[in-house]
């Protein structure tokens, strides 16, 4: 088989030190990785997988007493992923416990695999990494 990316990255844990890094997150990361590396593709898996999710919501949170509301959208950054030619994936279990509205929100371009599909793929990379 042919390798579609070098590397495949998953991503499993959503918001993980959201307030910590909040200039440069795991996604924005990756895109820099993406650009050094010639080339990834990602796997948002749990609730990670939200990242692909359309919704009206932005990232605000209460620390403190203060509210924190300079978090990075992670749906912006997924599209900015996309538009540099990143592959997204998603598995249909993680959409599921979304919520039964999740699937149809899902983001263009994303790309959605059945149960177990992300594991099938993995013989097709060098390398895959977790973060």
């Given at each position: 088989?042919?390798?579609?990316a070098r590397?495949?990255?998953?991503?499993?844990?959503?918001?993980?030190?959201?307030?910590?890094?909040?200039?440069?997150?795991?996604?924005?990361?990756?895109?820099?990785?993406?650009?050094?590396?010639?080339?990834?593709?990602?796997?948002?898996?749990?609730?990670?997988?939200?990242?692909?999710?359309?919704?009206?919501?932005?990232?605000?949170?209460?620390?403190?007493?203060?509210?924190?509301?300079?978090?990075?959208?992670?749906?912006?950054?997924?599209?900015?992923?996309?538009?540099d030619g990143?592959?997204?994936?998603?598995?249909?279990?993680?959409?599921?416990?979304?919520?039964?509205?999740?699937?149809?929100?899902?983001?263009?371009?994303?790309?959605?695999?059945?149960?177990g599909g992300?594991?099938?793929?993995?013989?097709?990379?060098?390398?895959?990494?977790?973060?």
């Amino acid at each position: 088989m042919t390798a579609t990316a070098r590397a495949l990255v998953i991503v499993e844990r959503a918001y993980r030190g959201a307030v910590e890094t909040q200039f440069a997150d795991v996604l924005y990361f990756i895109r820099a990785l993406h650009r050094q590396s010639g080339g990834l593709d990602v796997a948002l898996r749990g609730l990670a997988a939200s990242y692909a999710i359309a919704a009206n919501f932005v990232p605000v949170m209460e620390v403190a007493g203060r509210r924190l509301d300079t978090l990075t959208d992670p749906r912006r950054c997924v599209a900015d992923l996309l538009a540099d030619g990143i592959i997204i994936w998603v598995e249909e279990p993680d959409l599921a416990t979304l919520g039964p509205t999740a699937s149809g929100r899902l983001l263009p371009d994303v790309r959605r695999l059945t149960a177990g599909g992300l594991a099938a793929r993995w013989p097709e990379y060098e390398r895959v990494w977790f973060m």
